[in-house]
């Protein structure tokens, strides 16, 4: 059954990165992902209660993108914190959601990651 569910998710993964995607640059420091990477927008939404018990809510643009793809520096790697995404004329910052996770994968096979961003502004 494992196989059957890996392939369903790489059938998937590959509908998404050849009609659902756009290409960006994802850079780490100077280096980035050679020859830009395949990303599906999207957006996550996060409510926490600060300590006056006020709800805050935001919405978080995620990108998704098949694991195997990022690669800096001639080897396959993970998000980290302060990695940039450009796409188009606005750039993100690769951050925790409410200080916990900066990706998470979206299936049970690794195939795909969500990361989470903010929408920083260059100078």
């Known amino acids: 059954m494992s196989n059957l569910m890996q ?3 790489q059938w998937m993964s590959g509908k998404l990165k050849a009609r659902a995607s756009e290409s960006v640059t994802y850079s ?13 927008p999207g957006e ?12 805050i809510e935001a919405r978080i643009r995620d990108f998704t993108f098949e694991t195997a793809d990022l690669v ?3 080897a396959v790697t993970l998000p980290a914190k302060g990695d940039k995404i450009v796409m188009g004329s606005t750039t993100y910052e690769v951050l925790p959601i ?5 990706y998470r994968y979206c299936d049970r096979n690794n195939i795909r990651l969500r990361v989470h961003t903010k ?3 260059v100078t």
């Not at 780490?28 to 599906?40: E, H, I, P, Y």
């Not at 409410?98 to 900066?102: A, W």
């Open 72 to 74: 800096i520096s001639s």
């Open 119 to 121: 929408e920083i502004v």
């Open 28 to 40: 780490r420091g100077v280096n980035s992902v050679s020859g830009g990477l395949k990303v599906t």
């Open 44 to 55: 996550s939404r996060f409510e926490q209660i600060d300590s006056d018990g006020i709800s």
């Open 98 to 102: 409410g200080g916990g996770e900066l």
């Open 7 to 9: 392939t369903g998710a």
